[in-house]
């Protein structure tokens, strides 16, 4: 439950709210989110909520349904407009693009295919320091070493840089070496000391979604970083379990994204290479991801796909990534989506007549 305090509430208001929730055996933390000071309490039993609304200093109580509150549009009606070094992600800004290898392996390699993708119009690259693998004997990244080079590629190139954080224990080098977005991989989105850390660290996450997971639960991951004062989220859809034989690696749940731009004022981020598994499908997946409202797209891009450490068969080559962003500007999917989407519905009725 949340008690939101009224503006003049007192320490003693506070004290009362606190007294009452811990007698039940709950614990009430006090924390100010976007100018709302509140209470978020833990283990309180549902039956106070009509007692702790009568108390001095309490505006109301709030009981999230289906486990989350602050990452609804009950909460902030208007968009979430994520910044990152310049770019602006979400609301009626234009989708931006993030691409990249899937891991960082060489100074060469990463240089090399920094330099095209900011080259082809990409606000931001990705590349895997530390990679979650199914196997102990893959490739488990370059580590530090890795988040040195993405440092490196961003000051030559003037590009942000988005990683994926494996462990807590991490984390001081992300901020060290100034990681622009910290990534939440989809192994790790119910890690919730991952969650609460990322909070904490202040810096703009990008949440991917767990491949069996709802979109109830993603929600409540996103929850997790906002109660601890950061709102600077990216939801990212990345495919969920497909049936067994399926064509592609992961199903892509495209409607996944006008859902949570419903319920939620995050931006919401398509990654089609991961849900694809192959490098054919992932240009009309990522248009159709544009034009079902994402604010932007997580693309794999290698310049030497037959010889990449991790991900190969699904990264577009750097010519391929050009074409898609031309195919998307031709349609105008690199405008506002307000316009995109009325030029999208006078196109469809143009068809139809
Ligand atoms: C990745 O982005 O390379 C990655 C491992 O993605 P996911 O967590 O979606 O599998
Ligand atoms: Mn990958």
Same mark, same amino acid.
């Not at 055996?25 to 833990?42: D, E, H």
């Not at 109301?60 to 289906?66: E, I, K, L, M």
């Not at 992300?174 to 850390?197: P, S, T, W």
């Given at each position: 439950? *949340?008690?939101?305090?009224?503006? @003049?509430?007192?320490?003693?208001?506070?004290?009362?709210?606190?007294?009452?929730?811990?007698?039940?055996?709950?614990?009430?933390?006090?924390?100010?989110?976007?100018?709302?000071?509140?209470?978020? *309490?833990?283990?309180?039993?549902?039956?106070?909520?009509?007692? =702790?609304?009568?108390?001095?200093?309490?505006?109301?109580?709030?009981?999230?349904?289906? @486990?989350?509150?602050?990452?609804?549009?009950?909460?902030?009606?208007?968009?979430?407009?994520?910044?990152? !070094?310049?770019?602006?992600?979400?609301?009626?800004?234009?989708?931006?693009?993030?691409?990249?290898?899937?891991?960082?392996?060489?100074?060469?390699?990463?240089?090399?295919?920094?330099?095209?993708?900011?080259? #082809?119009?990409?606000?931001?690259?990705?590349?895997? #320091?530390?990679?979650?693998?199914?196997?102990?004997?893959?490739?488990?990244?370059?580590?530090?070493?890795?988040? #040195?080079? *993405?440092?490196?590629?961003?000051?030559?190139?003037?590009? &942000?840089?988005?990683?994926?954080?494996?462990?807590?224990?991490?984390?001081?080098?992300?901020?060290?070496?100034?990681?622009?977005?910290?990534?939440?991989?989809?192994?790790?989105?119910?890690?919730?000391?991952?969650?609460?850390?990322?909070?904490?660290?202040?810096?703009?996450?990008?949440?991917?979604?767990?491949? /069996?997971?709802?979109?109830?639960?993603?929600?409540? /991951?996103?929850?997790? +970083?906002?109660?601890?004062?950061?709102?600077?989220?990216?939801?990212?859809? $990345?495919?969920?379990?497909?049936?067994?034989? &399926?064509?592609?690696?992961? =199903?892509?749940? +495209? /409607?996944?994204?006008?859902?949570?731009?419903?319920?939620?004022?995050?931006?919401? +981020?398509?990654?089609?290479?991961?849900? /694809?598994?192959? $490098?054919?499908?992932?240009?009309?997946?990522?248009?159709?991801?544009? &034009?079902?409202? !994402?604010?932007?797209?997580?693309?794999?891009?290698?310049?030497? #796909?037959?010889?990449?450490?991790?991900?190969?068969?699904?990264?577009?080559?750097?010519?391929?990534?050009?074409?898609?962003?031309?195919? *998307?500007?031709?349609?105008?999917?690199?405008?506002?989506?307000?316009?995109?989407?009325?030029?999208?519905?006078?196109?469809?009725?143009?068809?139809?007549?």
């Amino acid at each position: 439950m *949340l008690v939101m305090m009224k503006s @003049g509430y007192t320490d003693r208001d506070a004290k009362r709210v606190i007294d009452k929730v811990e007698s039940a055996g709950g614990l009430a933390q006090r924390r100010k989110l976007q100018g709302q000071n509140l209470l978020v *309490l833990t283990g309180c039993p549902r039956s106070l909520e009509r007692e =702790l609304n009568r108390l001095p200093g309490v505006d109301s109580v709030r009981v999230p349904t289906g @486990g989350h509150w602050l990452v609804t549009r009950q909460w902030r009606p208007q968009d979430t407009v994520v910044e990152v !070094a310049g770019a602006k992600i979400g609301g009626a800004n234009p989708p931006i693009i993030m691409a990249g290898p899937c891991a960082v392996e060489s100074r060469d390699q990463l240089l090399r295919i920094a330099e095209k993708v900011s080259d #082809a119009g990409a606000s931001l690259m990705r590349g895997g #320091a530390f990679k979650p693998r199914s196997s102990p004997y893959s490739f488990q990244g370059m580590q530090e070493e890795g988040l #040195a080079l *993405l440092a490196e590629a961003r000051e030559r190139f003037g590009i &942000a840089v988005v990683s994926e954080l494996r462990d807590v224990n991490t984390l001081d080098l992300f901020l060290d070496y100034e990681i622009d977005v910290i990534q939440v991989g989809a192994r790790n989105m119910q890690n919730f000391e991952i969650l609460r850390c990322v909070g904490r660290a202040g810096r703009p996450v990008l949440l991917k979604r767990g491949p /069996a997971n709802t979109i109830e639960e993603w929600l409540n /991951a996103a929850e997790y +970083i906002l109660l601890e004062g950061n709102s600077q989220v990216m939801l990212c859809e $990345r495919g969920i379990v497909a049936p067994r034989g &399926a064509e592609t690696r992961y =199903l892509f749940d +495209i /409607a996944a994204i006008p859902i949570v731009r419903e319920h939620s004022h995050l931006p919401v +981020i398509a990654d089609p290479s991961h849900a /694809a598994g192959d $490098r054919r499908w992932v240009p009309a997946m990522a248009q159709s991801a544009v &034009a079902a409202g !994402a604010n932007g797209l997580l693309v794999e891009v290698h310049d030497a #796909a037959e010889e990449a450490l991790c991900d190969g068969p699904q990264s577009l080559s750097p010519e391929s990534l050009e074409q898609l962003l031309a195919d *998307l500007k031709r349609r105008g999917y690199l405008d506002s989506p307000v316009e995109h989407h009325v030029s999208s519905i006078l196109q469809l009725v143009g068809n139809n007549c």
